[in-house]
């Protein structure tokens, strides 16, 4: 039997169907999280994923960690802590849900990120040379 796939010989088959692909999404977005090597950006992999702020406060770095709270609680005042600007943008992009402060950001990694996540495409992922940037743009936008 294949891991992630659920087999059943009763009623309900198509539920328990379902059921499997929903585990099989949720274990390719625990996986891309996963392989993330830098410990804050795979704890705000996870608080995004899960839609938790319980991950945020692993966050080492002060301002990944406001742009945690911010995004996961939907909070723009905690962006305006945030004392890189190209994080503050994407802060205030993310939680007012435009991409206008997408194009304000200077780093391309992060710019692409930004769009990619506002506009919910995985296209823009591909652009990102950072590799654990690029896992977590895939996992988030999946």
């Known amino acids: 039997m294949n891991p992630g796939r659920t087999r059943t010989v009763t009623r309900g088959a198509g539920l328990v169907a379902l059921l499997g692909v929903l585990a099989v ?16 950006r ?18 080492k770095d ?6 945690c709270y911010a995004i996961i609680d939907n909070r723009s005042g905690q962006c305006g802590l945030i004392k890189d600007s190209d994080r503050r943008h994407q802060c205030y992009a993310e939680t007012g849900g435009s991409t206008g402060q997408c194009g304000l950001i200077r780093d391309s990694d992060l710019r692409h990120y930004c769009y990619a996540i506002i506009d919910k495409r995985s296209g823009q992922c591909g652009l990102i040379r950072d590799a654990d940037q690029r896992r977590r743009c895939y996992a988030e936008t999946d």
């Open 42 to 59: 795979r704890h705000f992999c996870y608080a995004k994923r899960d839609r938790s702020t319980g991950q945020c406060g692993l966050i």
């Open 62 to 67: 002060s301002d990944l960690r406001h742009y």
């Open 25 to 40: 999404s949720t274990a390719a977005e625990a996986s891309q999280c996963g392989l993330i090597k830098d410990s804050d």
